[in-house]
């Protein structure tokens, strides 16, 4: 069953992703880009780490876009036409190349197996990975650069409020 989802999961992501780059819209680009990290974060918790799929969620799901939707609705990609590629053969040599990687990864795909991969590590101290031990050194050890995070963010949500209030203002 765990297999199924797996994959389940990882295809949706992977067509999400690929979504995320063939569309000609950004707002449409950018729903697509929440369907990939919602399809990651559900094999986070396939994985067994649920709090990594929590912040995969309320961070990038969440937080991220949504300021990169309020920016793609700033600047107001609706009101002008799809404007025509002017370069074409860019797609074509992108194809190109994402089938010269695929033809390279492959060789190296086929030779592993998955028989011969670790399943128990047996490294991991008692309580190390937990979401109270993550807290515990996040807020002792980082403290200071986790607040730091903190006020640039204040700051970039300040400056997009300020410069959407000075081109609204005639």
Do not use: W
Not at 5 to 31: D, E, K, P, T, W
Not at 44 to 58: G, K, N, T
Not at 60 to 75: D, R, S, T
């Amino acid at each position: 069953m765990e297999t199924a989802l797996f994959y389940l999961f990882g295809g949706i992501a992977l067509l999400a992703a690929i979504n995320v780059v063939a569309q000609r819209r950004v707002f449409y680009s950018a729903v697509s880009l929440i369907a990939c990290l919602c399809a990651v974060a559900v094999l986070y918790l396939i994985l067994d780490a649920p709090f990594i799929a929590a912040v995969q969620i309320v961070v990038y799901a969440g937080a991220i876009m949504v300021l990169f939707l309020f920016v793609i609705m700033l600047l107001d990609p609706f009101s002008a036409g799809i404007l025509k590629d002017k370069k074409r053969y860019l797609g074509y040599l992108a194809v190109v190349l994402g089938i010269s990687i695929v033809a390279l990864l492959f060789p190296l795909l086929k030779s592993y197996d998955a028989a011969q991969a670790p399943r128990d590590i047996g490294f991991v101290a008692d309580g190390v990975g937990s979401a109270e031990h993550l807290g515990r050194t996040l807020f002792k050890e980082y403290l200071l650069p986790f607040e730091i995070t903190s006020v640039l963010i204040l700051v970039a949500i300040i400056g997009v409020v300020v410069l959407a209030k000075k081109q609204r203002q005639p």
